[in-house]
């Protein structure tokens, strides 16, 4: 069996004393960063991303990696102690985990959660060891039209399913590919929207963006909003163990949303967050036993199915990432930024030309998943105590370390103004309520599709048709289309803007 | 004619805008055809598709009725300054300015300017607290970046160190 040798080799790699160690710290600062609500895995890894120069690549994407998934767990309990969501992707665990934490089943709230978060993590393991090697066998077959048809369906795909307006999605997203494009461009060596400055001709710094609007930005919109009263349940823990009815009624609400976030994960555009949002939708559809506590005022289907389901999307969505190069959300796109600076390109050929690095990331994610539920559940009193940091201590501090992570990409403080840029250009993007995910999906692809777009029609002398005479190619760009005309049909945009306002 | 809504006339407006900047941009490299694509080809499409977005994007708000006319609000200028100028001011002091030959004044003194300058964009910041906090991050910064990273940085002022 390859799959047994694969893991084999990955185990070996992930079990090594110093992977083990890199994993564990990305598990801790992802359940650290996801308790405090504020701020989240993409400031986080943004943040990070210079400091993991130093190291192996393997250990560098492990601890990236484990910030992600991690943030998922430390994200649940902020949302049932004290009905933040410390993540986006727990918004819906507010509802029915805070209720619990109200009646004083906190302690079986965290349990299912994190239980559920250890399944879901499990399988999704499993499923990216069993689905990647034929993914990547597919991906051989692509070639530049293919390429960029598959580039546009993860950009589409990241619109129709994010939340909020579909055509500001669209723009940010073009928005996102023309500053990709600044710099020098290969072909011809034309420095593009440079206006003669020197730093600009090497493009605008992903890393630098990226925190600019998501550490600054946020910040700054943090700030603007009136101090949340926060109400803490630091006390009332205690009987951690759900009883034999909790687990009775939750078994099943985890299975079917670790199936669930399994398959939106690998979707482009897809996550925890929008798994999550499912799974909800679903457990509220499914009947239950009679005389269950109601929707909305403490079921535990409702914590379980939500937090398998964001943590298996979580996972899942490395997939596009590992087997096709393609990142399918913003966290996604922050890993492309990783595996580029180790001199990794990513795509199928990781495979096979770094299988140790592949394989080895995959068994760490199992090896985390582990790590997290001992670091959440009997550690859970630690965690609590971290919620009660104000937040005066921490903008601060967040500032400080992306203004120390940026300078230290190129030692040039040319990025730390940059930075000073975006942060302001994203605190507009927030008044104007134009989400800033779709651009930084759009800056990464920006320079790749308009080498494929370049590339396919070269070969084809010029014709566009070829988009549509390669059959692979024809139907990924079918399925654009579809889901272009899925999400514009009156009946279901209707449904789809109720899905997301649902509070 | 009203705004409708007042998030999506200003969105659409700078979609509009920053689209056909990059598109006028873009013609003035070359641009090329489908089958030898120039550097201008790939931008000028996109910021004529960026463009238009916008432009329906501002139609619409000029004529779809929203509940509370979707008012951006006020814009807050206490953090947006004090947060920014936090940034702006460590990446001075951290690496000099040489322009106004201002010298580097180092990773450890950048620091507290940075904690001091963020921490005023909340009101109701109170010195004391925030010298401890700055302290911390400074010890904190010195032991993780320079120490334990290794990363390169002027950790004290030039005149210091000479």
């Known amino acids: 069996m390859d799959l047994i040798a694969n893991l084999a080799l990955g185990f070996g790699v992930a079990f090594t004393p110093i992977n083990l160690l890199y994993a564990l710290v990305g598990c801790l600062l992802g359940t650290l960063i996801g308790v405090l609500p504020g701020i989240g895995p993409a400031a986080t890894i943004a943040m990070l991303l210079p400091a993991t120069y130093a190291l192996p690549p393997v250990s560098a994407l492990i601890m990236l990696a484990g910030i992600y998934y991690g943030s998922q767990y430390g994200g649940s309990t902020t949302a049932i102690l004290v009905n933040l969501p410390g993540e986006s992707s727990s918004v819906v665990t507010c509802i029915d985990g805070h209720q619990m934490a109200k009646k004083g089943r906190a302690g079986p709230a965290l349990a299912a959660a994190g239980l559920g978060s250890f399944f879901a993590g499990c399988v999704g393991t499993v499923m990216i060891a069993a689905f990647a090697p034929a993914l990547t066998e597919l991906a051989f077959k692509f070639g530049p039209a293919e390429y960029f048809a598959l580039m546009t369906l993860g950009l589409i795909g990241a619109v129709v399913l994010a939340s909020g307006s579909l055509l500001k999605a669209v723009g940010m997203i073009l928005l996102g590919l023309l500053l990709g494009l600044v710099g020098t461009d290969v072909n011809s060596g034309v420095a593009r929207f440079s206006f003669d400055v020197p730093e600009l001709t090497d493009g605008i710094g992903f890393v630098a963006i990226a925190m600019g609007i998501f550490g600054y930005g946020e910040i700054i919109s943090n700030l603007a909003q009136r101090e949340i009263h926060r109400e803490v349940f630091t006390v009332k823990v205690q009987g951690l163990f759900p009883t034999k009815q909790d687990f009775k009624d939750m078994t099943p609400a985890v299975l079917r949303g670790t199936v669930l976030g399994c398959a939106l994960g690998i979707l482009p555009g897809g996550g925890a967050l929008l798994s999550a949002f499912a799974a909800y939708t679903i457990e509220k559809k499914v009947k239950g036993r009679p005389g269950e506590v109601p929707f909305g005022q403490g079921n535990i289907r409702g914590v379980a199915g939500p937090e398998a389901a964001n943590n298996a999307g979580a996972q899942a969505s490395f997939i596009p990432l590992l087997t096709l190069g393609i990142p399918s959300n913003v966290v996604m796109a922050l890993m492309v930024g990783a595996m580029t600076i180790h001199n990794i390109q990513p795509g199928p050929q990781v495979m096979t030309s770094n299988p140790e690095l592949f394989w080895g990331l995959i068994a760490s994610m199992w090896l985390g998943n582990a790590m997290l539920v001992i670091l959440n559940l009997p550690l859970i009193g630690l965690w609590i105590k971290l919620l009660t940091v104000p937040y005066r201590f921490l903008f601060p501090a967040i500032v400080l370390f992306c203004a120390i992570g940026v300078y230290s990409t190129n030692n040039n403080t040319w990025d730390i103004w940059i930075v000073g840029i975006f942060g302001v250009i994203g605190y507009i993007f927030y008044k104007i309520g134009a989400e800033p995910a779709p651009l930084l999906l759009g800056l990464i692809l920006g320079p790749m599709m308009e080498e494929n777009l370049r590339r396919a029609l070269l070969l084809s002398r010029g014709d566009w048709s070829v988009f549509v005479t390669r059959p692979l190619s024809a139907s990924l760009l079918a399925v654009c289309a579809l889901l272009l005309v899925i999400v514009l049909l009156p009946s279901i945009k209707k449904k789809r803007e109720e899905a997301f306002i649902e509070d | ?162």
């Open chain 2, 1 to 162: 004619m009203n705004i409708k809504s007042q998030k999506d006339f200003s969105a659409g407006l700078m979609f509009m805008g920053v689209g056909a900047a990059f598109a006028w941009g873009a013609t003035t490299y070359n641009v090329g055809s489908g089958d030898r694509m120039g550097p201008g080809y790939f931008p000028l499409m996109l910021g004529i598709l960026m463009a238009l977005v916008g432009a329906v994007i501002t139609f619409k708000a000029l004529v779809i009725e929203t509940i509370d006319g979707d008012k951006i609000g006020k814009w807050a200028w206490r953090p947006l300054f004090y947060i920014i100028s936090a940034n702006v001011v460590f990446g001075i002091l951290l690496a000099g300015l040489r322009s106004i030959h201002l010298p580097a004044f180092g990773l450890i003194v950048a620091i507290y300017a940075l904690t001091f300058i963020a921490s005023m964009a909340q009101a109701g910041w109170k010195f004391r607290t925030t010298l401890i906090l700055a302290t911390a991050l400074a010890v904190g910064s010195y032991l993780v970046f320079v120490l334990a990273l290794a990363l390169q940085f002027p950790v004290w002022p030039e005149f210091i160190t000479g």
